[in-house]
């Protein structure tokens, strides 16, 4: 059986380091945290609880509240809601190989697609996960 992934992404020098603090987003450079940036996330209106990147794609997801959020970072920084719950959304991770997004509600793992989130329930656990991490080269 021949397995085949895409290409390691190329890192260029365009990289950034995401941070959040209740519903804003800050950026730096990796390794420079004395000169951070401040978002615009007004439309986050909710404390936020995961970030989660892609870096081929240049998204950045956030899980706020009951809300998922897809922010394409760079020079647009153009955002749009993925999904929408009635239930809080604990934490988020996003497997940019399969682009997948799987993110915590109480007790349940959900998966879709990024870019049409029809849910469905991966895991069902006795208690709520604290960390959810996707893994897209070891499953």
């Known amino acids: 059986m021949n397995v085949s992934t895409l290409p390691q992404p190329e890192l260029s020098g365009s990289l950034a380091l995401w941070l959040s603090r209740q519903n804003a987003l800050y950026e730096s450079k990796p390794g420079d945290l004395e000169e951070m940036f ?6 986050i209106t909710h404390s936020i609880t995961g970030i989660s990147g892609d870096i081929r794609k240049k998204e950045l997801y956030i899980s706020a509240g009951p809300h ?3 922010l394409s970072v760079g ?8 999904y929408r719950s009635d239930r809080f959304i604990s934490d988020l991770s996003v497997d940019w190989l399969y682009s997948k997004l799987y993110f915590v509600i109480g007790q349940q793992v959900l998966r879709c697609d990024v870019r049409n989130c029809s849910t469905e329930v991966v895991i069902m656990l006795p208690t709520s996960p604290v960390k ?3 893994d897209p080269f070891n499953g």
């Open 75 to 82: 020079s647009s920084n153009h955002s749009r809601l993925v």
């Open 38 to 43: 401040c978002s615009r996330t007004d439309w």
């Open 132 to 134: 959810t991490l996707a």
């Open 68 to 70: 998922i959020w897809a």
